[in-house]
C-alpha cells in the first residue's frame, strides 16, 4: 500500500482572474515550490490533478503522474474520484488544494497516521474542538483510503454533491480534532489576487503572479 500526496488544481480560479497555477513562491512556479515543500515526507508518490482542458502548468512535470478530470470543473469530489480510480486499494491519498501552501508537513502527517489508525475509515478530515469554529469540518487537507473510499465518493457525485465537506457526515469518514487556534492559518487558501499579500506575510515568504 502506497502513501501518495495529491495536489488538486483542476479548479476554475474565476475570482483568481487567471489560473492559481501562475503564483510564484519567492520565484518559483507554486507546483514546484509544493513538490519541493513536502519532500521531506518521504511519501510513495506525488500526483496532480487537473482538469480536461488545462494546459500543462510550469512545474507539473515534476509530479509522477498527472491525473485529469473527465469532466472540466465539476467539483473537488470530482478530482478525488479520479485520484481514487486511479490508485490502488489500500493506497492513502494525502489530497490538497495547490492554493494552500500554509499547511505544514506535520499536519499532513497527522492525517495520514490518523488514517492508518482504522482500515474501516475511508477518509479523515480535520474537525474543530474548540473556538469559534468548534464543531467545523475542513474538507482540505484530507486523507483518503482508494477502495473503501471509491463507492461512497462515486455516490455522492451521482447525487450530485460536489465538496468533501457534503459528505463529511459519512459513518466512515473519521475526524481527527484540531485543538489550537493558531493552527487555523494553515487553512487558509488564496481566492483572489488581493489574498496574496496576507498569506506571503503568513508564510514569511512572496506569493506572486
Known sequence: ???????LAGGESKRFGRSKLHVKVDQTPILQWLCEKYASLGLDACWLSLAPDQPQ?????????????????QGPLNGIAELLHEAQPGDALLV???DMPLVSCELLAVLNNCLNLSDQQSALMFKWALGEK??????????WRA????????QAIADGKGGPSQIADHPTIGKTFLH???DEVQFKNFNKQADLKPLSELLGQSLAV
Open 1 to 7: 500500500m502506497a502513501t501518495i500526496l495529491c495536489i
Open 57 to 73: 502548468p510550469s512545474g507539473a512535470a515534476l509530479f509522477d503522474k498527472i491525473i485529469v478530470d473527465k469532466q472540466s470543473h
Open 96 to 98: 490538497l488544494p495547490a
Open 134 to 143: 468548534s464543531g467545523q469540518v475542513e474538507p482540505f487537507p484530507s486523507a
Open 147 to 154: 477502495g473503501i473510499a471509491n463507492k461512497i465518493v462515486d
Open 180 to 182: 489550537f487556534e493558531e
